[in-house]
């Protein structure tokens, strides 16, 4: 395939073409030429789209996809198809699959389903077997096979010494550990954030200690072994006061936020509505204030969709009984666009792949066109026309966005939404 991309505004910091409006030619897979008004000598394809910006291929850190055993949900295929249609050329695949993703075969079966897709697929495995905490699952053949991180998602390890012995296990072959943290005792049947909102709706609450008792213990273990972690959507003021100690000390630490925890609060929770259920809860509107500040001071390192499916049954239903997560990934650019910098949200999309041990593309001639394509510009209210995916479960329904991702050119194909 060879296309032109014209009249296109490069936005990517490690490219010298930073925040020029260039033509862009791609054959084979390849950045060819990078400059203005390029010729097309052999009658190759020319993509023109209003305002367009591209920049490298966005990567989201957490996505779940429900296959294998939840393909009600959504299955790899539709997945990666999403995700390609809303920008993002890489994802990072949770392993709450059923069977979990906790061994070698695993990893291959989804590597497998996700061949031949514009979207690169990059499986997390499961720290423990069958994701329940017990017995470390089989790391190192993981990693041989393509795992790119240990973690189960939305768990905290309850034994502190089984994530002390995989923190140094995994330092043998530079893995890297999720360390989701919620206290499971403290959370108790906590539901929702902790406070004002959820006192005055009677809903059970989950205190901010439950997420930064956990940090700091993972913090501490940290020090004690060395290696590297990654703390996955943190969520309150503390959090991000925490990680950026921790960094300052030296410790090899990483973190993400949710688009949903950077942009809605649990002020959302007044109508009980169950799409505003999600793990860890929805805080108040000074955390919110200090995760923004995390993301734009350096502390927080990734911001994720932590799209997560959810079937009409286990979703609809009452706020206390339904089951938490959001769907995100058609929203993630346009809501990003509504509190931060673009240059901060294609930074904090692109650049910590190389966390996962992902190679990133810089926008230079003779790279891997690794190209995400956008239009910071325009308003728009997120509708169910907007979702992509097959569950619905979105947070951002009935939601401003600003600006919108056109899709992506990735693995010598060009997929728009």
């Not at 054959?27 to 052999?42: E, H, M, P, Q, R």
Request: charge should be negative; proline fraction near 3%.
């Amino acid at each position: 395939m060879k296309i032109i991309i014209r009249n296109a505004k490069i936005i990517d910091s490690n490219s010298s073409f930073h925040n020029q409006t260039v033509d862009v030619l791609v054959a084979d897979g390849f950045v060819k030429k990078i400059g203005t008004s390029l010729l097309n000598t052999d009658n190759s394809e020319e993509l023109k789209l209003e305002n367009l910006h591209i920049s490298q291929g966005w990567f989201d850190s957490s996505v779940s996809l429900g296959e294998p055993g939840f393909e009600d949900r959504e299955t790899i295929a539709n997945g990666l198809d999403v995700a390609a249609k809303s920008g993002f050329a890489a994802i990072a695949l949770q392993p709450n699959s059923l069977p979990v993703i906790d061994n070698q075969s695993q990893v291959n079966f989804v590597k497998n389903k996700a061949n031949g897709f514009a979207t690169q697929l990059f499986p997390i495995g499961a720290l423990t077997k069958e994701s329940e905490g017990k017995d470390m699952a089989e790391l190192f053949d993981m990693k041989n096979s393509g795992a790119v991180a240990f973690g189960d998602y939305a768990k905290s390890l309850d034994n502190a010494n089984l994530l002390k012995i995989a923190l140094q296990y995994v330092q043998d072959f530079d893995g890297l550990v999720i360390a989701f943290a919620q206290d499971d005792k403290i959370k108790g049947s906590g539901v929702a954030n902790e406070g004002v909102v959820a006192t005055r709706l009677g809903l059970k609450g989950i205190p901010d200690l439950a997420e930064e008792i956990q940090i700091v213990r993972n913090l501490f273990l940290l020090e004690y072994t060395g290696g590297k972690m990654h703390i996955p959507t943190i969520s309150t003021a503390k959090s991000v006061q925490l990680i950026k100690e921790a960094k300052a000390k030296g410790l090899n630490v990483t973190c993400s936020a949710t688009v949903h925890h950077l942009v809605l609060t649990d002020d959302k929770l007044e109508s009980f509505d169950s799409r505003y259920k999600v793990t860890p809860p929805l805080r108040t509107e000074i955390d919110r204030q200090a995760l923004i500040n995390g993301v734009l001071d350096g502390t927080i390192d990734l911001i994720t969709s932590d799209h997560n499916p959810i079937d009409i049954e286990h979703k609809k239903m009452e706020f206390d009984l339904a089951k938490n997560g959001t769907i995100g990934l058609e929203s993630a650019f346009g809501a990003l666009m509504t509190v931060l910098p673009l240059e901060t949200i294609i930074e904090k999309l692109t650049l910590g792949k190389s966390i996962f041990s992902i190679p990133n593309n810089s926008l230079a001639e003779g790279e891997i066109a690794n190209i995400t394509l956008f239009n910071p510009e325009g308003n728009s209210v997120f509708t169910k026309e907007n979702i992509l995916s097959k569950s619905k479960n979105s947070a951002f329904l009935g939601t401003n966005l600003k600006g919108k991702a056109y899709g992506i050119l990735n693995q010598g194909k060009l997929i728009l939404g």
